[in-house]
């Protein structure tokens, strides 16, 4: 089908109770494209590579840059689709603001996280410890029941570190960047040592969540739902075991399946 | 309970079928953090205003800014919860490379969605047209139906332009707000007039997703899941139609309901 070139296949442990089965899983691919304007380049983002001109067209008129399609002379794709240059009349002011201040909004990483290119500088993690399964099979059932402000709205994310002598830290944010950095920062505030515990997140591991595992040394990274390719190619390099899907005695081990005790 | 400062109540409609009761709906602060390091403004982030310091801890270490608590001086939090202030000992090599590039990460926003301060300089949306709530409720079951992507790897978010003749312009990405840049250039490519229009997008209504609803002029936003209270303030303000967990029959009609024919 159309949509194959953007799916990746990666063999997985699949975990069902105390069972343990080799499987093809497939994740979605994540790649880096870089806007060009007027021969500048001037942006990047991180996305599927499908649809580049849709997208470069679209996000340049949602921030006024571009007021309309009369406003665009050229856009082309580079061959490997990572890069799209647009020559286009381009209104002065809105390109400023686009960088006039450097905002995260929720889900949105930036610095180190939104601008890795395979040179993130942390050793591999060789922390080596042994988690039994059911001991993530019941924190994820915990974690979930306990998100306060997600029950009353409906609109948060949350993350968790679990500390190996059963210690939980959590923070709720609306985005999942954010919800990740505070429940770091509370153990960095109480001077607790992660490098041997467990980071729990509710949402998607794209590449900056798991590049967050890498920085702060957390040697486990686990969801209820889907990695990226990027995601499990970075677990993979860098030695974080990476668990997705983790819901009821079920969970996919995508990476450094050594420190599960199943 | 300790929570309820970050709660907001708003008035909604609550749609059960063909029924509407006045209701009163729990929504999420969502504020701008302003981050200031060593009295420089640094960087900012939508979130939720609750436990700053260790929101700005996480983020530094994360980025590498700050390599351990004792290089942290001092921080301090204004009384309005909008500001942080952290004197550290810094890497300025980190801090370099937080500002070499901007890159937007899977559901970050950037520029002027990322960069509101009240002053959206597009005109209040008037465009007047009825929608039966029967159509939004049949869309919504077709758009999470027919997400191929999201199906085989449980990781994109989609979104989808419906025209009133009927005609839908949708698109997937791992980002919500590219998932909208793309439907939206597939639109103007196309040169499809999507002022009367409606945008469907899979995930939740946060400040910037509303706000690409107002510079393209679409005048109703709808999702199955929940909007922030910054989203939900941003439609209001703009003439915006906001729907909030559109689900099976069931809708919460959040702003301007006099577009939607019941």
Known sequence: ????????????????????????????????????????????????PKDQDAHAI?????????????????????????????????????????????????????????NIDGNIKVAFNQTSFLIKANTISSEIKIFYKESELYNLTGCVHKAMIYLLDGQTITAEDIGRHNAIDKAIGKCKIQGLDTTKSLLFVSGRLSSEMVIKSVMHKIPIIISRTAPTYLGVQIAHKHGITLIGFARGKRMNIYTHQGRIDV
């Open 58 to 114: 679209g996000f340049l008129m949602s921030e006024n840059v571009i007021s309309s399609m009369k406003d665009i002379e050229k856009i082309h794709i580079s061959e490997d689709g990572l890069k799209v240059y647009v020559d286009a009349k381009i209104n002065k002011d809105s390109i400023a603001n686009l960088y006039k201040e450097k905002t995260l909004t929720s889900g949105c990483g930036g610095g180190i996280t939104g």
């Open 1 to 48: 089908m159309e949509n194959d070139k953007y799916l990746k296949t990666v063999i997985i442990d699949k975990l069902i109770g105390n069972e343990v089965k080799e499987f093809e899983d497939v994740t979605i691919d994540e790649v880096r494209l870089n806007l060009y304007l007027n021969g500048q380049k001037t942006i990047s983002m991180m996305c599927i």
